[in-house]
């Protein structure tokens, strides 16, 4: 089970709503991928405007968990407002806080995003930081008491995979959190990859939005994230130098 603050989820793959074609693939992708944490961008819904259809509305919203991202925030206090702005609409308490620090790269700003997290722990959010696989500032964070970590296999929307596993690793090694690798992933090989290394899950959007079949590909995402859990519960085998044969090799007739 994926625990986070008190809540349990028992899919370990959070999957994004941006950039769908059209809100049916969106929800039958949904559908696909049995994820029990949906993920947007509050900046994405016109909450002054309710009568106008989003993505939301076609979304049996009973069998989710949303959490609302502050995508768009530059600074700390941007994503604190953003956060309270989710909240005072009823949404949720939990938010994946999103502070970009360059807009080339859309990497996060590892000072602001420090901030931004201390002030909505202090509010009673349940927080869960966007990060690059930052080994020190995932343990800062997590010292400060925010409730999962979620660094980038690599940046947004690239689909370049896990560019740094040994950061990840190491990442996941001292953590006490659930580590939810995010962003950068691009096939189900590498989403099994960061569940492999020891994630607690994975959060992806574009590779299943922008796939040529998206409803196929969260299909295949959801597979892989359970293979790659499984393999790494079951435990791997440790490489060696030289050859291993895998037959016995006692009895054998001799010539």
Do not use: W
Not at 34 to 39: D, F, V
Not at 130 to 149: F, M, N, P, T
Not at 153 to 160: E, H, K, L, Y
Not at 213 to 235: H, I, Q, S, T, W
């Amino acid at each position: 089970m994926l625990t986070i603050g008190k809540a349990s989820f028992t899919s370990r793959l959070l999957l994004g709503t941006g950039k769908f074609s059209d809100l049916s693939i969106q929800s039958q992708a949904v559908e696909a991928a049995e994820s029990e944490i949906l993920t947007f961008a509050v900046r994405r819904l016109n909450l002054e405007e309710r009568d106008k259809q989003h993505f939301l509305d076609t979304l049996d919203l009973s069998k989710y968990t949303l959490l609302p991202n502050t995508a768009g925030a530059t600074t700390a206090e941007e994503a604190v407002r953003i956060a309270k702005l989710a909240r005072a609409s009823g949404l949720c308490d939990m938010i994946k806080v999103e502070v970009i620090g360059d807009g080339k790269t859309l990497l996060p700003d590892p000072f602001e995003t420090l901030k931004a997290s201390e002030k909505l722990l202090d509010e009673g959010f349940i927080v869960l930081p966007y990060i690059s696989d930052d080994v020190i500032l995932a343990k800062r964070l997590q010292e400060l008491g925010v409730h999962a970590i979620m660094p980038g296999a690599s940046p947004i929307g690239t689909g370049r995979g896990l560019l740094n596993p040994f950061a990840l690793e190491l990442i996941i090694e001292q953590a006490e959190i659930p580590v939810i690798v995010d962003a950068g992933i691009r096939s189900p090989g590498d989403a099994a990859m960061a569940m492999q290394l020891g994630a607690d899950a994975v959060l992806l959007n574009t590779a299943v939005s922008g796939a040529k079949d998206p409803v196929k590909m969260a299909e295949a995402m959801k597979l892989a994230v359970r293979a790659g859990r499984y393999g790494f519960e079951a435990g791997l085998i440790p490489v060696q130098r030289y050859a291993s044969a895998s037959s016995p090799t006692e009895g054998m007739v001799q010539a």
